[in-house]
Structures are given as C-alpha cells and as structure tokens.
C-alpha cells in the first residue's frame, strides 16, 4: 500500500495506520466516489529494464532543482519500500519522491480516482490531493506489464495544476533514466 508521506526534518518512516497517500487504497477500502473509467488498454511505448537501478538515482538535484532542489541525502524506501524519497529546500516538507511499484492494474484498482492520461507513450495514472496544506500528486506509469514507475510531488501551497505539471517534468525524467529492456 502506498502510504502517505509526510516528510518531516528527519524523514523517518511513520509509526502508527497510515493514511492512504494522494488516492491509493488497499483491496479493503472502499474509495468515497466511484472509480475512474477502466483503462481498456494499458500502453508502454518502450518497456523499461529496472534491473540494478538504484531509486535515488532516479531524480538527480539538476532534475529537482526546478522544484527547489533536494536538501540532505535522498530517503530509500521511503515513502514506500523501492521508492526513494527527496527533501525539497522550497518549503517545509516539500517533497519529490520516485520508484517502482507493482503491475498498472494493481496501482488502478488501488487508485481508483486517479486521471488515467499519457507520458511519452506509457500509460499514467495521475491522481492529487490536498493533505495538510500540500498539494499532492502521484502518477504511476506503466513501464513493463510487471511493474510501473512511481513518481510523487508533494508542495505546500500549490496549485493541483502546477504540482501536477512539475510531477509530468520529474517523471519524464525519471522515466529517460531506464533503459530498455
């Protein structure tokens, strides 16, 4: 399940029944609203290889400066185990998170209010979400039937509309450093 993150000075992970994070639940939680139209076929351009990528490689201080850059070493498996996460020096709590997740059906049935839409010829899920004052919006995309990239942007006092478009730019990038498979 991916968990809500809430960075804090240290970035430690989070004791206690997380919340779900920008529109994901598990299999037991019913979503408030009905779930997004089912994505008839899920599109990968060019499938990725992932094999011995490091996820705190994946967004580099040059690929974050656009969002205020990263502040302290990046987090491994945090917010979610495979996933690498940032402190951003915009704000408190800002930030850039990317990894890997599981199949795009598994992340769909999870997101059910994510906004199904297109990167570079992959299938994305995008979903945001006001939680404490920052805008956060998530995007899983597909990248080889087994797997997507996961890439989060969490801003304090953002637009949806922003936070979402710096997420597309963080997520291209991450997605031209896999090779193909």
Excluded: W
Excluded at 20 to 49: C, H, K, L, M, W
Excluded at 99 to 106: A, V
Excluded at 146 to 167: F, V
Aim: proline letters at 10%.
């Amino acid at each position: 399940m991916l968990l809500l993150f809430a960075a804090t000075a240290c970035a430690a992970q989070v004791s206690g029944e997380p919340v779900p994070a920008a529109g994901f639940y598990d299999n037991t939680t019913p979503p408030s609203e009905p779930p997004s139209t089912a994505v008839t076929q899920v599109r990968i351009a060019t499938p990725r290889n992932i094999e011995g990528i490091d996820a705190c490689g994946l967004l580099t201080p040059v690929d974050l400066a656009e969002v205020g850059g990263p502040v302290g070493p990046p987090h491994a498996d945090n917010p979610i185990a495979g996933a690498c996460a940032h402190l951003l020096a915009s704000g408190p709590e800002n930030t850039a998170a990317a990894g890997f997740y599981e199949p795009f059906d598994t992340a769909f049935r999870r997101q059910p209010r994510g906004v199904p839409s297109d990167i570079e010829g992959h299938t994305a899920l995008l979903y945001c979400e006001l939680v404490s004052n920052h805008q956060t919006c998530t995007a899983a995309t597909a990248i080889r039937s087994d797997r997507t990239l996961l890439t989060m942007l969490s801003m304090q006092g953002a637009s949806a509309a922003d936070t979402a478009d710096q997420l597309f730019r963080l997520t291209t990038a991450a997605l031209h450093k896999l090779p193909p498979a």
